[in-house]
């Protein structure tokens, strides 16, 4: 099942790497290195899945999360973090994120993940 | 004469109790230590005044005891020599005292005080002794709030620092079980292969850097100098090296090399390599965006060799200048501040432990309109000891 998926990442070297890893998959991606630029993606076009770093430049992946639900989409929302805290894990609950992975996450659930299901369900294959 | 208690005495000659605890803080004083005693004084003074005024205060029997164990007996003088406690050890942080100075500069205080209060006194009185009593409580609890706080800001740094470590090494490792995943579903004849394998090797070498950061950490914090292996070198070829990797590293980045004089010497090549490349790093990463970050290797002088690296752009900050070449300290190493890429913050520590094991110095000088320049000073020829 192909989805819609944006990749928020700032390290150049993921960032193409993810989307190298997830294209065979028939996914259709857009990829952000900044909060600004999903800002940018997400008023262009509501994605179903968002995979998003949590240390960006200008801000955090909560301050994308918080973008993707003040818009009222229901994208399911995997954050994938070098800084992975308990505080964090909860606050990114409290935003309806699916899974915070710390990296480096195993990849093929990620992939898993991104051909799960686009909306509510139980989280399929998703990694926790 | 008219008796005169022990708290009043302070209160009365704060200022050649400091004079005399200058001077004997100077004798105790660890050589190196980044802060010297005068700078010191405003913040012994506020203890000081604080013991007298806690001194000067009724107590009961169990108030005292509490006190002396570092549990401050509560009460407006109580809680003022607490606050003030609490905010020297926080400052002493701040100024680059270890732990041990901090109590040396107490061993000085508290020895002022009783000398020069002995030397005042024509005849013995039987509250004497429990003045004395008194203020060695007082100077206990003050000490014990003080460690506490000084303890709890370096344990915090600490946890910074290894959330940074996590995080810095995190980045690359995702990098290459990435690379790893993308890699086993190709064939071996695929073309990016060697591309994907590049990149594994890449984020390799940068962990290996940050381990390498942390070994000097580790030696160096254990009281070592950093082994040196000197052999003749040339400081003009080794900068101009650095700025060929650093352009390289960094399209677009403008770093320019001057020499002046003889650059050649006789130094440990991949140490000095090491400082150059951390200034030139730092330079890039905090001067002024497309900004010109320009290295000067100064050779006129026939017993040394300086090496200035400069950059336009914001001032460091005042009060980050005395500890920015302590590790565990800085308040902007964090891991949401823009820190040097592949860097866990410990580049000038390591930058002035090797300028110091080659018996030289770093300084820094940073101002809006000249700038940020930092200067290493290296004897011309260094020893295998690190002495010249």
């Known amino acids: 099942m192909n989805h819609q998926i944006?990749?928020?990442e700032d390290d150049p070297l993921l960032r193409r790497g993810m989307c190298a890893l997830l294209r065979p998959h028939g996914h259709a991606l857009v990829a952000a290195g900044t909060v600004a630029e999903a800002r940018a993606h997400l008023a262009a076009g509501p994605p179903s899945h968002a995979i998003v770093d949590l240390n960006l430049p200008d801000g955090t992946g909560a301050d994308v999360v918080r973008e993707i639900r003040g818009r009222g989409l229901p994208a399911r929302?995997?954050?994938l973090t070098g800084s992975p805290d308990a505080d964090l894990v909860a606050a990114a609950r409290a935003l309806g994120v699916d899974a915070v992975v710390a990296k480096p996450p195993d990849w093929n659930a990620v992939v898993r993940w991104a051909a799960g299901p686009a909306d509510g369900g139980g989280g399929n294959g998703a990694p926790t | 004469m008219t008796h005169m208690r022990l708290?009043?005495?302070?209160?009365?000659?704060?200022?050649?109790?400091l004079a005399e605890w200058e001077a004997f803080a100077r004798s105790v004083w660890p050589k190196g230590a980044a802060a010297d005693p005068e700078e010191l004084r405003d913040s012994a003074a506020e203890i000081l005044q604080a013991v007298a005024a806690d001194m000067g205060r009724a107590q009961t029997g169990h108030?005292?005891?509490?006190?002396?164990?570092?549990r401050g007996a509560g009460g407006a003088d109580s809680d003022r020599l607490d606050d003030a406690s609490e905010i020297h050890g926080a400052g002493r942080v701040g100024s680059g005292l270890t732990i041990r100075e901090m109590v040396a500069e107490y061993r000085a205080l508290r020895a002022s005080v009783l000398r020069l209060w002995r030397a005042s006194r024509p005849a013995p009185d039987d509250r004497d002794l429990e003045d004395v009593t008194r203020f060695n409580e007082a100077i206990d609890?003050?000490?014990a709030r003080a460690v506490g706080s000084f303890t709890g800001r370096l344990d915090a740094s600490r946890q910074m620092f290894l959330a940074i470590l996590g995080h810095d090494i995190r980045g690359p490792l995702a990098a290459i079980t990435l690379s790893a995943t993308l890699a086993a579903g190709r064939g071996p004849a695929d073309p990016e292969l060697p591309e994907l394998m590049g990149q594994v090797t890449?984020?390799?070498g940068a962990i290996s850097a940050l381990v390498a950061d942390l070994t000097d950490f580790a030696a160096t914090t254990m009281g070592a100098r950093l082994p040196l292996v000197p052999a003749a070198a040339d400081l003009g070829a080794i900068c101009r090296d650095v700025a060929r990797e650093a352009r390289a590293a960094r399209p677009g980045a403008d770093v320019r090399v001057a020499v002046r004089?003889?650059?050649?010497?006789?130094?440990?090549?991949?140490?000095v390599r090491q400082v150059a490349a951390n200034l030139v790093g730092n330079a890039l990463q905090h001067g002024a965006a497309g900004g010109a970050v320009t290295v000067t290797v100064d050779g006129t002088a026939p017993g040394e060799v300086a090496v200035r690296v400069h950059n336009a752009g914001d001032p460091i900050p005042r009060?980050?200048?005395p500890t920015i070449f302590d590790p565990l300290v800085r308040g902007r190493t964090a891991v949401h501040a823009r820190r040097t890429p592949g860097s866990i913050g410990l580049g000038l520590y390591i930058a002035r432990e090797a300028a110091q094991a080659h018996g030289g110095r770093i300084a820094v000088a940073s101002t809006a309109a000249a700038g940020t320049t930092f200067t290493v000073t290296l004897p011309r020829h260094a020893g295998a000891a690190g002495r010249v």
Do not use: P, Y
């Open chain 1, 6 to 8: 944006l990749i928020v």
């Open chain 1, 77 to 79: 929302v995997m954050i």
């Open chain 2, 7 to 17: 708290g009043a005495f302070i209160s009365a000659n704060v200022e050649s109790i």
């Open chain 2, 63 to 70: 108030e005292r005891s509490e006190k002396s164990m570092g």
């Open chain 2, 141 to 143: 609890q003050s000490l």
């Open chain 2, 202 to 204: 890449a984020s390799a």
């Open chain 2, 261 to 271: 004089g003889w650059s050649t010497g006789t130094w440990d090549a991949h140490r």
């Open chain 2, 319 to 321: 009060d980050v200048l």
